[in-house]
């Protein structure tokens, strides 16, 4: 048995210098080690001046293992604790994505339907005109020019996916004020497509925002209270909100910035969640504020196929195994796809294992669901230039726990 460990010890360690990602399945965390390196990373951020502030929760095996926070709300200003509230960002995709599932599981809809059985309106569309590098040509607006008419339809599995060619909402365009799901997903049927439908990928906001649409035409409820209903409700999520109250802003952390050789706290746009986008435009693929735990409780449902930790199903475990499936056409290479609404890892080479799916958010908070070592994990914090996918602390918040895995099997 010694020798067996010697040898399993003795691979981790050669694949490691090598960079080969070879993690022994369904291993357990070394608790102590995992949290001392998770806070020698935040202190040394902190002290460097690239970062502010963070919250790191890791479940393992249906046991929390590390809840702990660093730093302060803003610099040089409260200690920072578990209530903070965050700007989710692109961790909002996540949740819509399980959304338009609901109502695939629930038959309202299935995510293999062309969107035009939804909204007409997509029925005749053009993709943009290109330069000769292959780039979409604009207008004097910064609007994409009208180049030919596109030859397949978009599916809505394709909208979560970032390869249905619709491009990004202009608040400017639509108005501040009129800007909701369903102005800004009827705004983008007048807009060209990016590229043809099911042809390449690229990252897309404004896509769920059509898949939103979708969602409240489907159910008859508005998406934000959709959600709420049928996602916050029975995961007992009460501080995630396209509009935080009173009380969850005094909790919402501030943007740590940098610039000109100093730190400094970012409060972003007055009363804005995402960039300058009014609160009242829910924006299904960035706009939601959220806590650590409570996005612990979202991923937890994810692990745990479908279910509230009380049992309650928000989503059927078969649907469920469709969000972390890569779809057919990502056309990209290398070590991870994109499944519906969220990057599913494929390859080794990567930090995580094969069958690890999760995501990032502008902002720097970043979440990852490990099935086969029963592992979810949440970071949180608020940058203004250190966020999105492959942000320095996320990266980092991954190599800490993957390094941490003893050679003992969890139960």
């Known amino acids: 048995m010694k020798v067996l460990i010697f040898i399993n010890s003795l691979i981790l360690l050669?694949?490691?210098?090598?960079?080969?990602?070879?993690?022994?399945?369904?291993?357990?965390?070394?608790?102590?080690?995992?949290?001392?390196?998770?806070?020698?990373?935040?202190?040394?951020?902190?002290?460097?001046?690239?970062?502010?502030?963070?919250?790191?929760?890791?479940?393992?095996?249906?046991k929390e293992i590390i809840n702990k926070t660093f730093g302060t709300y803003e610099v040089g200003g409260r200690e920072l604790d578990g209530s903070a509230v965050y700007r989710i960002a692109s961790m909002t995709k996540p949740i819509t994505a399980v959304a338009l599932l609901i109502e695939h599981d629930r038959g309202h809809l299935s995510i293999y339907d062309n969107l035009t059985k939804y909204m007409p309106e997509f029925g005749e569309m053009y993709v943009s005109e290109k330069d000769?590098?292959?780039?979409?040509?604009?207008?004097?607006?910064?609007?994409?020019?009208?180049?030919?008419k596109v030859e397949n339809e978009i599916k809505l599995y394709q909208l979560v996916s970032h390869v249905s060619g619709v491009g990004e909402v202009s608040v400017g365009a639509i108005g501040k004020e009129k800007c909701t799901c369903k102005t800004?997903?009827?705004?983008?049927?007048?807009?060209?497509?990016?590229?043809?439908?099911g042809s390449m990928q690229q990252y897309s906001t404004g896509a769920f925002d059509v898949a939103a649409r979708v969602i409240e035409i489907t159910s008859g409820m508005e998406f934000s209270e959709y959600i709420k209903v049928n996602i916050f409700d029975k995961l007992g999520m009460k501080d995630t909100t396209f509009e935080p109250n009173e009380e969850q802003w005094s909790r919402m952390i501030g943007i740590h910035n940098f610039a000109d050789g100093r730190v400094f706290t970012d409060n972003g746009a007055p009363g804005c969640v995402f960039g300058s986008f009014?609160?009242?435009?829910?924006?299904?693929?960035?706009?939601?504020?959220?806590?650590?735990?409570?996005?612990m409780k979202f991923a937890l449902m994810l692990l745990n196929g479908?279910?509230?930790?009380?049992?309650t199903v928000v989503?059927?475990?078969?649907?469920?195994?469709?969000?972390?499936?890569p779809v057919a056409d990502d056309k990209r290479t290398g070590d991870n796809r994109w499944g519906l609404g969220v990057r599913v890892i494929v390859k080794t080479g990567n930090t995580l294992p094969v069958g690890c799916f999760g995501w990032s958010g502008a902002y720097g908070t970043h979440f990852w669901i490990d099935p086969v070592n029963k592992v979810a994990a949440v970071y949180m914090k608020n940058s203004a230039y250190d966020g999105g996918a492959g942000n320095q602390s996320a990266n980092e918040f991954e190599k800490d726990i993957m390094k941490s895995f003893k050679l003992k099997k969890i139960k």
């Open 14 to 62: 050669i694949n490691s210098f090598l960079g080969i990602n070879c993690m022994p399945k369904g291993y357990a965390i070394n608790v102590e080690k995992a949290e001392a390196a998770i806070t020698a990373s935040a202190e040394k951020r902190i002290q460097d001046g690239t970062l502010t502030g963070a919250h790191a929760i890791v479940v393992q095996n249906g």
């Open 132 to 148: 000769k590098d292959g780039n979409p040509v604009t207008d004097e607006n910064g609007l994409m020019k009208k180049g030919e």
């Open 184 to 197: 800004a997903a009827e705004w983008l049927a007048t807009q060209p497509l990016v590229f043809e439908p």
């Open 278 to 295: 009014p609160v009242t435009y829910h924006a299904a693929g960035a706009g939601l504020a959220s806590t650590a735990d409570d996005y």
């Open 306 to 311: 479908g279910k509230a930790e009380d049992g």
């Open 315 to 325: 989503l059927s475990e078969e649907t469920l195994k469709l969000m972390s499936t």
